[in-house]
């Protein structure tokens, strides 16, 4: 099968799966006879395990972009939180913006911890611990209802800190799972597998809204906790790694300069392309993620657009956002990791270069959000495959989770620069803007010097 076929066929195979999942959500909208409709498509989900995974490598990605749409929820979390400032709840904007930045940094901080669980159990147990973690999230979340004077500490518990551990040890999985199935192709395998992440919120933030306008936030939590413990435990206990003797099948196979690499955590921390490589992410993510936040009040307060058409804008980001990935993750399959990096952020800076003067021409600010969406996403199938390449696939999970805590770090401290820059608001002007642009393109064209200096490792490093 054709690399192109093979493409196609994912695709629409995990779209096809992600709607059954997106159907299950709308029956619990109605009758008991319907529920039990619901809960039947998601176990449908099982007989992946017994079938796909012996006839076709594919199947652990479609697996891992399905697993990647249900923790994608997170992107959706402004959907929650207008219901949240009404009473009974009545949390302020900066309170309900709370869960969703502990979530972050518990999927940055807790992501090394799930590599070093993968790494040692292979990716099926962290996995379903992920799966329980999400699940249990969802669901203590709910109990906001019972304590409503509690709401802040309860949503920050269940969803910040449980829901956002849960999705550092299922997210990690499949793209170790990804990597070892795929080393001939393992840019397009990972772009493919995170894709459903970028993707989710077009999925669920329908969902969510219609969820929580017909049955009242805290029984959308319920909901989602339900079916998404029910669904990515089934998935989760898909993954596996091929086993020791496995080989790439003769007619895709081809040679790679990581292929024999195989070094560990330690050797690779002495590297300085690591370090040089950590830094470009951190930049390059946090600067995305700052952006992306004030994609919609951008195309209000700039571009003056309607509301309905500001949220079309958001949406065109999410799917640029997962687009980059795996087309990012061919690029480094076709010329390298080393000149894929430096061609997204290159594309990155050339976005905040229009944005910064032009963001008030629709077209414009059309072009700078396509190119700024599809460069962050890009960041999260290229990093991911560079560590691939350049240090193995054996010690992938462990050794992309220290890399991954780039993207946390990143997530939290770029967002209040930008933060600090535009200054209280509600609405902004263009000036205000490009203060923030300014800033954020002067440090991804820092990031852009430093890809000058990542090299591939062509061996261990020297023990000591």
Known sequence: MSSTSSSIILFSSSLAFALQIERSFAYFLGSDEQLFHSLAYVILLSLLKRRLPMRNRWTYVIVGFIINVCLGTVYSWS????????????????????????????FGVMFSLSGIAVSKFGPRRPALIGAVLVGIGYLFSSLISFSQGLSLPILSLGFGIMAGTGCAFAYNPPIATSGRWFPDKRGLALGLTVMGFGLSSLFTAPLVSALVSTLGISQTFVAIGLVFLIALLLLG???????????????????????????????????????????????????????????KQIALDVAHLPDSVATLVVSLLAVSNAVGRPAFGKIVDSVGPKKALALNVILQLLSLIILMPMASNIAFLLIGIVLLGSTFGAYLAVMPALISYFYGNKNLSQNYGICFSAYGIGGIIMPIVVSSLLGQGPVYTIEDYKRAFYVMGGLVAISLVLSLFVKPVLKKAPRR
């Open 237 to 295: 206990s898909v993954l596996k790694f091929p086993a020791s003797d496995w080989k790439v099948p003769v007619k895709v196979e081809k040679s790679s300069q990581s292929s024999e690499l195989d070094i560990s955590t330690m050797e690779m921390l002495r590297t300085p392309t690591f370090y040089i490589s950590w830094v470009i992410y951190l930049i390059g993510a946090g600067a995305g993620l700052a952006i992306i936040g004030y994609a």
């Open 79 to 106: 959907v929650f939180r207008p219901p949240l400032h009404k009473p009974p709840f009545g949390l302020s904007p900066a309170e309900s913006i709370l869960p969703f930045s502990i979530f972050l940094l518990f």
